[in-house]
């Protein structure tokens, strides 16, 4: 029987590699009550880690409730406050029939309430029945503290895509009071609930908690280091070889440093080379799982392109070809990038576009691995 390549859904146990340091650091933080920020690329095994930390923490004997979400369709700040404050009801409890109670018991003198047929039809447990105002928010805001000391268990808040807060119709605005609040809870009361905000838009969440340093001395930043090509590739050829195939360990870390160690792309190429071969993996194999996986990704490509100025693949093209010294006359003249001003905003467009980042060097650094090979070798033709 085959052995499953896993790439469609994120992995704990035998699947998770290559990040126990992050996994004990994570769990550390959380053990302490420290509120938490990751943001990386997407794809990079962010959501893994997270899961395999709390699955640690509970195989530890440990007991908390967890809340997880998404901010991925929430474009207001009356969404939020009731994906948030619903997703903790959810969490902090064992039974929708205690969701009335509850709502009236932590949420009675705002705005909130509980909708019976706005939770059958939606799952939503609160409902707002006027504007929100600052009142509704501090009471969301401080109702998983309020709850978990209640009950005498921890609680654990993931906000998935933080970056979509800036989306809503005053994120700064909305973040500020997030701020605000959550300093204010003092004592053994904070510590009963941590929030971990996670985000796979790099620059978004650079402005956010770098740039204009919201949660500043509130929040600890867990970052992901790359996972070594060695223990990618000894995990791949192991699991190649359950399957009853082989393949070269130079081909192996070849592949790795193709896609820069991203394990989601290397776990979606294996597959695709685990269903063409029937034996031995050759290199005209790889080659051929490589067509298909640009087949399925190129589309994707296609419309980042179609969506940038000819200036900004100006800038792209001298990113592809090593410049870093992008406002220098050579680099200006050689790319018809204009002027040091228009290279600035250039500059801004391509991480706004998540395409690039840059280091505090100002180093650049194209984001996703597989579209940095096809913009060089399909687009840009660079031998």
Request: aromatic content about 10%.
């Amino acid at each position: 029987m085959e052995t499953n390549i896993v790439y469609s859904k994120p992995v704990t146990g035998k699947n998770f590699i290559g990040r126990k340091n992050e996994s004990i650091i994570l769990g550390n933080l959380l053990r302490q009550g420290e509120n938490v920020v990751i943001y990386e690329a997407p794809k990079t095994g962010k959501t893994s880690l997270i899961q395999q930390t709390f699955f640690n923490m509970r195989t530890s004997g440990e007991m908390f409730s967890l809340a997880d979400f998404s901010l991925d369709n929430v474009r207001t700040s009356a969404d939020f406050m009731l994906r948030l404050g619903s997703e903790v009801l959810k969490a902090a409890t064992s039974s929708p029939e205690e969701y009335p109670g509850l709502v009236e018991r932590y949420l009675g003198g705002t705005h909130f309430v509980f909708d019976e047929d706005i939770f059958a039809a939606k799952g939503q447990v609160i409902s707002l029945n006027w504007d929100l105002d600052l009142n509704d928010m501090d009471a969301v805001i401080t109702l998983p503290y309020r709850m978990a000391e209640d009950s005498g268990q921890r609680i654990y808040i993931i906000i998935d895509e933080f970056q979509n807060v800036m989306l809503t119709e005053d994120g700064e605005k909305l973040l500020k009071t997030m701020e605000s609040i959550m300093k204010g809870v003092q004592g053994p009361q904070r510590k009963m609930a941590t929030f971990l905000f996670c985000g796979s838009r790099v620059n978004a969440m650079k402005f956010i908690f770098e740039q204009k340093r919201y949660f500043h001395r509130q929040i600890e930043r867990v970052k992901l280091s790359p996972i070594e090509d060695k223990t990618i590739a000894d995990a791949n050829i192991k699991m190649f070889l359950s399957n009853g195939k082989v393949i070269d360990r130079d081909l192996m870390l070849g592949t790795c440093r193709l896609f820069r160690n991203n394990v989601w792309y290397i776990n979606h190429f294996c597959a695709i080379c685990n269903g063409i071969a029937k034996g031995y993996i050759m290199e005209s194999m790889l080659e051929e799982a490589l067509s298909e996986m640009i087949a399925i990704h190129e589309p994707r490509f296609k419309a980042i392109m179609a969506d940038l100025t000819t200036f900004q693949i100006c800038l792209l093209r001298a990113i592809m070809d090593g410049y870093t010294k992008f406002s220098s006359a050579e680099v200006i003249e050689r790319y018809n990038l204009n002027s040091s001003a228009n290279v600035r905003r250039l500059k801004d467009a391509l991480c706004k576009k998540e395409i690039v980042t840059f280091s505090d060097r100002e180093d650049p650094e194209i984001l996703d691995p597989l579209f940095e090979y096809w913009v060089g070798k399909y687009f840009f033709e660079i031998q």
